[in-house]
């Protein structure tokens, strides 16, 4: 599980850096939870259902301002809350 994250977190990151009409505030809220969640990652111990600030919730805020504009950024950034959500994050 932890290794398909990983995969749809560089497939997101490689939109992000693809990407130049997505404003500079949801870009950089989207980068910050990327980071949050490779640091998650990073951690031996499995995350006991204590999730940083809601990173899913925060994944969702970010995208809602380019759904529409940007489909394809907005479908990378759903397989990550997807697998956040399978992980229990």
Known sequence: MKEQLRKHLEALHGELSNTSLVDESSKQ????VLEDIRKLLAQAEPPDGDEPDGLADRLRDATRSF???HPTLSTAVGRV???LTNLGI
Request: negative net charge.
């Open 67 to 69: 759904e529409e504009s």
């Open 29 to 32: 809220l989207l980068e910050e």
């Open 81 to 83: 809350i997807d697998a």
